[in-house]
C-alpha cells in the first residue's frame, strides 16, 4: 500500500485540513443537557500571511523567477526552454513592440529610430496604425493570461486579422483609393495593406461592391474573434439586448453559458471567461463572488503551506506500473464556507473542496501524435468537444435545511451530538456527526428511519465513522444534484496528472473531488446495477475517455454488445479490432480468442526477455529491441487491448461454462499482458457473477441495485441497494478497503457523435477477421465424444466437493445410472478418481485448485493448438506489413 501526500510547503506550516477536523482536537459536547454545547468557531479558516509579507514575498519570488529565467536562458538553446517561458517571452516582445508604436505613434516620441517605426506601422497599415499598440498589448496580456488555449488564441488572431485587413482596406477605399506614386498619400490612408486589398477590388468589381465584400470580411472577422456560428448571431445580439438593458439577472444559467455574445468576445480576448458571471450579477453575487474567490486563494495557500495533510489514495496492491488506480484533484482540502457564506446564517461549515478553475493544465502530451509508422498524423480530438458542467455547489439552502432537521431530530432524541460540517458532492451531501463524550455511536445509527423521515428522503446511508475521521457521516441525496460533466473529470488535475492512455474519467467523489482510475491499474472491473442505474452512461463516459486520451496505436478495443442498443454509436471507430459483437454465441468466440492472443503475447514477450508489457513497450519505443535473428518483423509497441461486455448476462446464458473458462484464464494472467477486462451486468446475480469471475476481477464499480443481495454480489457488502440511481454509485478498486462514493461522470450523445466523428475521419479501423472464428476444433478424446459438457459439470462437481459417488453425479446432472457411471469410469481413466470401492464413494484424486488445469485437459490441451495467433499490433494498420514477421506466434503480425 502506498499514500498519495500533498506537497510540501516552503514553510513546515501545520495541516490546516487537520484543524478543528480531526478527532484529537474536538471539545466534548456538553453532556446532560438535551442541547449540544454550541461551538461558536467554525473550523480555523487557512491561515495567510499578511498584505506586506505576501507584497514582499511576491516581489521576491517575481525577481528570483525573471533572474532564474535570465540564467537559464544564457547558454542554452532556446528550444529547450519550458514552452510556458517561450510564450512568456513572445508576450513580453509583443509587450515591447507595443510600447515602441505607441510612443511613436500616439506621442510622437521620436528617437533615432522613430522615423524607422513610423515608416513601418503607417507604411503598412495607414491611420489605422494608431490602434496597433492596443492590439499588441491585447494580444500580449491574452497569451500570458491563456498560454495554453492555443487553440483560441489562434481563432482570435485569424479573427482580428481579417477585421484589420478589412478596415485598412476600407480606408484606403474612402481615401480615393491612392496609389504608390503617393506613399504619403497611402500612409494617411490604408497603408499598403489597404493598397493591396483595395486596389486591385476597386479595379475588379467597382468601388461599391468593394465596400460591401469589406463589410462582410469585417464582420466574419467579428464572428470568428467571437465563435459565433452566424445561426447564434440573433440569440446572442437578444441576449446581450437582455443583458444591457438589465433583464440578465432573471435570465436562467443555460442561458447566461450560451452567452459568449460580442461583447463577451473583446472580454475574450483579454479575460477568463470563467471570470465573467461574477460581474453580471448584483452587488451582493458580486461580494459572495470575491469572498470564494478569497476562499479558494486561500484554500490554495493552505495547500502549499500544508506539510503534514497526508490523503490516502486508493492504492492497488503490487501496481509496480507508475500512476495510480485512483486520483483525486489535488483541489486542496479546505473549509471556504466561513468567507464564502458570511452572510449565510448556518454556523455549520461546508467542508466541500472549492472548485478551483481553471484546473492545472500541464503534464499530459495532447493533441497530434504520430502513428507508429510515421505516415499517420494522428490528433486526439480537442477538449472542448466535451462540454463544460455548472460550477460545482459548495452548499445550498438545501443543505442548510438539512442541517436544521438533523439538529433538530437529535435535540428531539435528546442525544448529546452536533453537526458540525458537511462536505457537499454532486449527488448527496455527507453530514458530519460528532458525538459528545459517553455517547453511544448507536444512538444516531439507530435514529436512520426518523433521520430519512426528517430529511424526506429513503436514501439515508449512514457511515460510522467516516474513514478516517471521529465522526459519523450521514449521507443524504441532495434534492439540487448536479450533473458531472466528463469535460470537466478529463480537464481535472486529477486527469491530468497522468498521460497515461488507459486512464478514464469516473466521476465525482461525495466531497467534490475528480475521480479517475487506470484501468490497466484495475486490472480488471465489474460493473453492476439494476436497469437505469447508470451503468451505460459508465460504459459511454469509459469509452469516450478513452477516446479522448489514447491512439488506436495505444489502446485497441473489443466490444460486445449483446443489446444491441447502447455501443452501435461507436461503430467503425479505429481503436476497434473487430466490428462490435451483438451475437452472444459470437462474443463466447471473441473471448477465447483473448485467451489465445494473451498467450501469444505472453510468449512473443518471453521471447525477447520481457515480463511486462509496458516494459516491452518502453524499450521499443527506445529502440533497443532489435528484431530476432533471421527476422524481418517490424517491432512495434503493442496496445494495450480493452474488452468491454455490456451485459455478461447474455453470455452466461449461451455458453456458461466457456465464459467463465475464458474470463478466469484471462483474469489471471492477461494483466503483464496489457488485456483488460470490464464486465458489465444488470443482474448481478450469483449464477451471472459467479464465484469464480468474482474472485478473477477485483475491482468492482455499483450502480444502484435493486436488492442488499445484488450489493453483496457485486461489492461483498450491503450500500448498493441505497444507491440513488442516475450515476450514483460505490467505487470500490482493487485494493481499497472501503467503497467510495462517486457520482458518474455524464456524457451527452452530442458530445460522443463529435468524438466519434473526430476519430473516425482519420483513420479507417483495421479488423481482425479471426476474432470471432470458433477456436480451432480441439482434441476432444474419442471416448468422451459428446459427453464432454457433462464430463465437465461432473469433474467440477467431484472436484469441488472432493466427493466421488456416482449416485451424486445422477441427482445433480439430473442423468440417468448408466449415463453417471460411464461418466465416472472417464474420470477415473483420467485419474481425476480412484477406483470404486464398492459402495462407498470414490477417492478423488485432484485438488480443488488444480481444477483449471484439470477442466483444461479434458477440454483438449490448449497448447500447441494449431492457428493462434498474436494480436496485430499498431503495425497491421498498414497492410503492406501484414505477412512480415515471421517469429511472431503464429506469423501473422
Ligand atoms: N452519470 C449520470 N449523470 C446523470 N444522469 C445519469 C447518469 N447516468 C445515468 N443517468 C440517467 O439515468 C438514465 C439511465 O441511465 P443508463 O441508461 O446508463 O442506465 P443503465 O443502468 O445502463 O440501464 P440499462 O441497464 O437499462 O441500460 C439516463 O438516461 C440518464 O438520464
Not at 775 to 783: F, G, H, L, M, S
Request: aromatic residues 4%; hydrophobic residues 45%; proline residues 7%.
Amino acid at each position: 500500500m502506498a499514500t498519495r501526500t500533498t506537497p510540501r510547503s516552503r514553510s513546515g506550516a501545520p495541516a490546516a485540513r487537520s484543524a478543528g477536523t480531526s478527532s484529537g482536537k474536538k471539545q466534548p459536547a456538553r453532556q446532560g443537557g438535551s442541547r449540544p454545547a454550541s461551538r461558536t468557531a467554525a473550523p480555523a479558516a487557512p491561515r495567510r500571511p499578511a498584505l506586506p509579507v505576501r507584497i514582499v514575498r511576491g516581489i521576491w519570488m517575481g525577481s528570483a523567477h525573471l533572474v532564474g529565467g535570465a540564467a537559464r536562458r544564457v547558454g542554452r538553446d532556446a528550444r529547450d526552454l519550458d514552452p510556458s517561458h517561450r510564450r512568456d517571452g513572445l508576450a513580453f516582445t509583443l509587450l515591447g513592440i507595443a510600447v515602441i508604436v505607441a510612443a511613436r505613434e500616439w506621442w510622437s516620441l521620436s528617437g533615432t529610430a522613430g522615423g524607422v517605426v513610423h515608416n513601418i506601422v503607417a507604411g503598412t497599415f495607414g491611420v489605422v496604425g494608431v490602434v496597433v499598440p492596443i492590439l499588441l498589448l491585447a494580444t500580449s496580456v491574452r497569451l500570458m493570461r491563456h498560454p495554453d488555449r492555443g487553440q483560441a488564441n489562434g481563432r482570435i488572431g485569424i479573427g482580428f486579422a481579417a477585421i484589420l485587413l478589412a478596415v485598412c482596406a476600407l480606408v484606403h477605399v474612402f481615401a480615393d483609393a491612392p496609389g504608390t506614386d503617393d506613399m504619403d498619400a497611402v500612409r494617411g490612408a490604408g497603408g499598403m495593406l489597404g493598397l493591396i486589398v483595395g486596389t486591385p477590388l476597386v479595379t475588379l468589381v467597382t468601388t461599391p461592391v468593394t465596400v460591401v465584400l469589406l463589410f462582410l470580411l469585417a464582420f466574419f472577422g467579428v464572428l470568428v474573434v467571437t465563435a459565433t456560428p452566424v445561426h447564434q448571431v440573433v440569440p446572442r445580439l437578444r441576449a446581450l439586448y437582455r443583458r444591457l438593458t438589465g433583464q440578465h439577472d432573471e435570465a436562467t444559467g443555460d442561458e447566461a453559458d450560451d452567452e459568449p455574445l460580442v461583447i463577451n468576445a473583446l472580454h475574450s480576448a483579454v479575460e477568463e471567461p470563467e471570470a465573467r458571471p461574477g460581474r453580471r450579477r448584483g452587488r451582493l453575487a458580486r461580494r459572495r463572488a470575491e469572498a470564494q474567490a478569497e476562499a479558494e486563494q486561500a484554500a490554495l495557500d493552505a495547500y502549499e503551506a500544508d506539510e503534514a495533510f497526508v490523503r490516502a489514495a486508493v492504492v492497488v496492491p503490487g501496481a509496480e506500473h507508475d500512476d495510480e488506480t485512483q486520483a483525486f484533484d489535488p483541489a486542496p482540502p479546505t473549509e471556504p464556507t466561513a468567507a464564502v457564506d458570511a452572510e449565510a446564517t448556518a454556523a455549520v461549515p461546508s467542508r466541500t473542496k472549492a472548485p478551483l478553475a481553471p484546473p492545472v493544465t500541464t503534464g499530459v502530451p495532447r493533441g497530434e501524435q504520430p502513428m507508429l509508422d510515421g505516415d499517420v498524423l494522428y490528433t486526439l480530438p480537442s477538449e472542448e468537444s466535451l462540454v463544460k458542467g455548472a460550477p460545482h455547489k459548495v452548499r445550498s439552502a438545501a443543505n442548510d435545511r438539512v442541517v436544521e432537521s438533523l439538529t433538530s431530530v437529535l435535540e428531539q432524541f435528546e442525544i448529546d451530538a452536533k453537526v458540525t460540517g458537511f462536505t457537499r458532492g454532486p449527488t448527496v451531501t455527507r453530514y458530519e456527526v460528532e458525538l459528545g463524550q459517553a455517547v453511544k455511536v448507536e444512538r444516531v445509527t439507530a435514529l436512520s428511519k426518523n433521520i430519512a423521515y426528517a430529511v424526506a428522503s429513503a436514501d439515508v446511508r449512514i457511515l460510522s465513522p467516516i474513514p478516517g475521521k471521529s465522526a459519523i457521516g450521514i449521507e443524504i441525496p441532495n434534492t439540487d444534484r448536479e450533473t458531472v460533466a466528463l469535460g470537466d473529470v478529463l480537464r481535472s488535475a486529477a486527469a491530468k496528472r497522468s498521460d497515461h492512455p488507459m486512464v478514464i474519467g469516473v466521476g465525482k467523489d461525495v466531497e467534490g473531488g475528480y475521480v479517475t482510475a487506470n484501468l490497466a491499474k484495475m486490472p480488471h472491473l465489474l460493473v453492476a446495477g439494476a436497469t437505469g442505474a447508470g451503468k451505460s452512461s459508465f460504459v459511454n463516459s469509459m469509452i469516450v475517455s478513452i477516446l479522448m486520451r489514447a491512439t488506436p496505436d495505444e489502446v485497441r478495443m473489443v466490444l460486445v454488445d449483446p443489446k444491441r442498443v447502447e455501443l452501435t454509436i461507436y461503430e467503425g471507430i479505429p481503436h476497434l479490432i473487430t466490428p462490435i459483437i451483438t451475437n452472444p454465441k459470437k462474443a463466447a468466440e471473441a473471448l477465447e480468442w483473448v485467451v489465445r492472443e494473451m498467450e501469444a503475447r505472453y510468449d512473443d514477450l518471453a521471447a525477447f526477455g520481457f515480463k511486462h508489457i509496458d516494459d516491452f513497450n518502453a524499450a521499443v519505443r527506445a529502440g533497443k529491441v532489435k528484431p530476432l535473428p533471421g527476422s524481418e518483423r517490424k517491432i512495434a509497441t503493442y496496445p494495450y487491448l480493452l474488452v468491454i461486455v455490456d451485459e455478461l448476462a447474455d453470455l452466461m446464458m449461451v455458453a456458461p461454462r466457456d465464459v467463465e473458462a475464458s474470463i478466469q484464464r484471462i483474469t489471471q494472467l492477461a494483466r503483464a499482458a496489457g488485456i483488460h477486462l470490464v464486465l458489465a451486468t444488470q443482474r448481478p446475480s450469483v449464477d451471472v457473477v459467479t464465484g469464480l469471475i468474482k474472485a478473477n476481477v477485483p475491482s468492482r464499480l455499483a450502480f444502484a441495485t435493486s436488492s442488499l443481495t445484488d450489493s453483496r454480489v457485486v461489492l461483498d457488502q450491503p450500500g448498493a441497494e441505497k444507491l440513488i440511481g442516475q450515476g450514483d454509485a460505490l467505487f470500490l478498486p482493487m485494493g481499497a478497503a472501503k467503497p467510495m462514493r462517486t457520482q458518474g461522470a455524464w456524457v451527452a450523445e452530442s458530445e460522443i457523435h463529435a468524438v466519434v466523428a473526430h476519430v473516425k475521419t482519420q483513420l479507417k479501423p483495421s479488423y481482425r477477421q479471426d476474432v470471432t472464428q470458433a477456436a480451432p476444433k480441439k482434441q476432444v478424446d474419442e471416448d468422451i465424444g459428446d459427453d464432454l459438457d457433462l464430463l465437465l459439470q461432473a469433474a467440477e462437481l467431484v472436484v469441488t466437493t472432493q466427493f466421488g459417488s456416482t449416485s451424486m453425479l445422477q441427482r445433480k446432472l439430473r442423468v440417468g445410472f448408466a449415463k453417471a457411471g460411464r461418466l465416472m469410469d472417464l474420470l477415473e481413466s483420467r485419474e481425476i478418481v480412484g477406483p470404486s470401492e464398492g459402495s462407498k464413494a470414490r477417492e478423488v484424486l485432484v485438488q480443488a485448485d488444480d481444477l483449471p488445469a484439470t477442466l483444461a485437459m479434458l477440454r483438449g490441451a490448449p497448447e500447441a493448438l494449431p492457428g493462434d495467433e498474436g494480436i496485430p499490433v499498431a503495425t497491421d494498420y498498414h497492410d503492406d506489413l501484414e505477412d512480415e514477421g515471421q517469429d511472431w506466434p503464429g506469423g501473422a503480425r
